[in-house]
């Protein structure tokens, strides 16, 4: 949700017009109204975003892509983090044929696909050469979380600098690092 939300506020920034569409169950009765309006199911995704008529389709990784797959509009995918290895750990799903499978079909079909971190890009370049683009000219770009604006600069009179970390822990990410 927070790589979302930063990519969503600095094309707006940008003056790109944006619609964020959320999977209905991913939502509570006290979610946003705007996001309870775009709120989508599996059946009616295609033909909300036909509805908007976008320029671009940007996907939050790439298991939404079949839903809209259909849609000829330029795709890119932001690739934030492994699902495929996330499914492993979160629900435990060891059919890494499958979700391997679907995750070429998806790559396959993508104009341009971001990684928030320098570490993630030979990760899916692998992928990306799997889905058959030339590995020598990858539509892999490096995009780190977004901002809007620079941060300003912290006075030394306020506290210490806490830090909240948000999401899952996986074994590959060191969130104390940070």
Partial sequence: GLRTQQLAQTLRAAGHSVRLFVQREAL?????????????????LADQVRAFRPSVLVVEQWALVPLI???????VIDLHGSL???????????????????????????DLLLVPAGVQVHHFASWA??????????????????????????KTKKPALRLVYGGARWPWIDSLSA
């Fill in 84 to 110: 495929l290895l996330e499914n492993v750990y979160r629900r435990g799903d060891t059919d890494l044929v499958l979700d391997a499978g679907s995750k070429i079909e998806a790559l396959a079909r993508a």
């Fill in 28 to 44: 509570s009765a006290k979610s946003a109204k705007l996001l309870q309006e775009h709120a989508f199911d599996s059946a009616t």
């Fill in 129 to 154: 050469t799997l889905a058959g683009f030339d590995p020598r000219e990858l539509p892999l770009q490096l995009m780190p979380l977004a901002m809007t604006r620079q941060p300003k600069p912290r």
């Fill in 69 to 75: 797959s259909q849609i000829d509009k330029p795709l």
